[in-house]
């Protein structure tokens, strides 16, 4: 049996009926309540009841913290609206509307460095939130219901260059993630048109992140351009398929590559990237690190299991960082990285051109330390604006700012 309403098994259906009166104490919470919304969760999770529950909960938490039931009024930033790729248009033959994402036009560099990782995962909520009002749309005009859609991925010009960089990947995982947690079992079929040589390890990274039954819904076309342009015929009316894949849809410019109907491949203009700054907030501090040298911000931990938190960015120039962890014996006594314990390893990082921020859970009580690291610079000292917080595991779940008082800064030698 589908799963779905009307071909259900007596398991099926017993699960079903588990799942309701489950969450039974927020069903007023939800955005929808009948039996088509909980099996979306449920055969996301192969009818594990416990698991559609935890997945049902988990999503009442992000509608509040990405604030669903306002994002369809946000206006995302101009850089995101008119460089991030990503376009409905059309219909299948069956009726499921359908996502045109050019990936490999994406210009991922100018977006991570022109936008926040935040705006560009709310946008991807918001399209999910756009794609459920089409789902209303076309079962009123259909008369019949429309609940999945069907999204298009171009990987024209996709390249480990252009694409595979850290910031970017880690936008891109991440919306992935919320998108599987908060839109379960919305998409009919994924196709992938242009398969690239590195459309294996594009796959790779973000497959762990996909369940297994979306997995089964992506379909690479590969092939000459006309055996891909039937398969899209075979799919979608040609009247409605761009005629750059096929079809004999053209905009009303006339623009037969469709470009200004789903993006062009323009890069994002320097113009538009972010200059690095750091939150207004009164405990905020800043401190230059020489060249040649290196700087200790130090946070006394007295609890187990605290996490702890820290944003900067630095002026004109990049600088490396790594977390440390110290005893408490050792606390404002100066040492060379190599005598401490490494629990976040050093890296380079662009905080002149992006905030950088990261959190580890402090295992053991002692004293952590964010290290920025000059020791590779000959000629240029670094001014570093930073951040600290610290959130105490309690009962009451206390959570402790540190600014100026609580993170203190030494330099210390080249190391």
Same mark, same amino acid.
């Given at each position: 049996?589908?799963?779905?309403?009307?071909?259900?098994?007596?398991?099926?259906?017993?699960?079903?009926?588990?799942?309701?009166?489950?969450?039974?104490?927020?069903?007023?919470?939800?955005?929808?309540?009948?039996?088509?919304?909980?099996?979306?969760?449920?055969?996301?999770?192969?009818?594990?009841?416990?698991?559609?529950?935890?997945?049902?909960?988990?999503?009442?938490?992000?509608?509040?913290?990405?604030?669903?039931?306002?994002?369809?009024?946000?206006?995302?930033?101009?850089?995101?609206?008119?460089?991030?790729?990503?376009?409905?248009?059309?219909?299948?033959?069956?009726?499921?509307?359908?996502?045109?994402?050019?990936?490999?036009?994406?210009?991922?560099?100018?977006?991570?460095?022109?936008?926040?990782?935040?705006?560009?995962?709310?946008?991807?909520?918001?399209?999910?939130?756009?794609?459920?009002?089409?789902?209303?749309?076309?079962?009123?005009?259909?008369?019949?219901?429309?609940?999945?859609?069907?999204?298009?991925?171009?990987?024209?010009?996709?390249?480990?260059?252009?694409?595979?960089?850290?910031?970017?990947?880690?936008?891109?995982?991440?919306?992935?993630?919320?998108?599987?947690?908060?839109?379960?079992?919305?998409?009919?079929?994924?196709?992938?048109?242009?398969?690239?040589?590195?459309?294996?390890?594009?796959?790779?990274?973000?497959?762990?992140?996909?369940?297994?039954?979306?997995?089964?819904?992506?379909?690479?076309?590969?092939?000459?351009?006309?055996?891909?342009?039937?398969?899209?015929?075979?799919?979608? =009316?040609? $009247?409605?398929?761009? %005629?750059?894949? *096929?079809?004999?849809? /053209?905009?009303? @410019?006339?623009?037969? +590559?469709?470009?200004?109907?789903?993006?062009?491949?323009?890069?994002?203009?320097?113009?538009?990237?972010?200059?690095?700054?750091?939150?207004?907030?009164?405990?905020?501090?800043?401190?230059?690190?020489?060249?040649?040298?290196?700087?200790?911000?130090?946070?006394?931990?007295?609890?187990?299991?605290?996490?702890?938190?820290?944003?900067?960015?630095?002026?004109?120039?990049?600088?490396?960082?790594?977390?440390?962890?110290?005893?408490?014996?050792?606390?404002?006594?100066?040492?060379?990285?190599?005598?401490?314990?490494?629990?976040?390893?050093?890296?380079?990082?662009?905080?002149?051109?992006?905030?950088? =921020?990261? $959190?580890?859970?402090? %295992?053991?009580? *002692?004293?952590?330390? /964010?290290?920025? @690291?000059?020791?590779? +610079?000959?000629?240029?000292?670094?001014?570093?604006?930073?951040?600290?917080?610290?959130?105490?595991?309690?009962?009451?779940?206390?959570?402790?700012?540190?600014?100026?008082?609580?993170?203190?800064?030494?330099?210390?030698?080249?190391?």
């Amino acid at each position: 049996m589908s799963g779905h309403v009307g071909d259900l098994n007596p398991k099926q259906s017993a699960a079903l009926d588990k799942l309701k009166e489950k969450v039974a104490d927020i069903t007023d919470q939800l955005e929808e309540s009948d039996d088509y919304f909980f099996l979306r969760w449920l055969r996301a999770r192969n009818f594990d009841v416990e698991k559609a529950e935890k997945l049902l909960r988990d999503h009442l938490v992000s509608r509040k913290t990405w604030r669903m039931d306002e994002l369809l009024a946000w206006e995302p930033p101009t850089v995101l609206q008119k460089y991030l790729t990503g376009r409905f248009h059309g219909h299948t033959r069956e009726g499921h509307p359908i996502f045109w994402e050019r990936t490999g036009r994406l210009d991922l560099k100018g977006i991570v460095r022109s936008a926040t990782q935040e705006d560009i995962v709310r946008c991807c909520v918001k399209d999910g939130l756009r794609m459920l009002e089409k789902f209303k749309s076309q079962t009123e005009k259909l008369g019949r219901r429309i609940d999945t859609c069907v999204i298009i991925y171009d990987l024209e010009g996709l390249s480990i260059q252009k694409h595979f960089i850290p910031k970017g990947v880690k936008a891109i995982i991440e919306m992935v993630k919320v998108f599987e947690e908060n839109f379960p079992e919305i998409l009919e079929m994924v196709y992938i048109v242009n398969v690239p040589g590195v459309f294996d390890l594009a796959y790779n990274i973000v497959k762990p992140f996909l369940n297994d039954v979306t997995r089964k819904k992506v379909v690479p076309i590969s092939g000459a351009p006309q055996v891909c342009h039937e398969r899209l015929r075979e799919l979608i =009316e040609p $009247s409605e398929l761009p %005629a750059c894949y *096929g079809g004999t849809f /053209v905009p009303e @410019d006339g623009d037969v +590559s469709c470009d200004s109907l789903l993006v062009s491949s323009a890069l994002v203009p320097r113009a538009m990237y972010m200059s690095a700054k750091v939150p207004v907030d009164e405990d905020s501090e800043t401190l230059t690190v020489a060249r040649r040298s290196s700087a200790q911000l130090e946070i006394a931990v007295t609890k187990p299991n605290c996490k702890l938190w820290w944003g900067f960015a630095s002026e004109q120039y990049d600088i490396a960082y790594s977390v440390l962890f110290k005893p408490e014996q050792q606390a404002g006594v100066k040492q060379h990285a190599a005598q401490m314990e490494e629990i976040v390893p050093s890296k380079r990082v662009d905080s002149h051109q992006n905030f950088e =921020e990261g $959190s580890t859970t402090c %295992a053991k009580m *002692g004293v952590y330390v /964010v290290r920025f @690291d000059n020791t590779y +610079s000959w000629t240029k000292s670094k001014v570093v604006h930073y951040l600290t917080r610290l959130e105490v595991a309690s009962d009451e779940q206390e959570e402790a700012e540190l600014g100026a008082a609580a993170a203190s800064a030494c330099a210390d030698d080249a190391s």
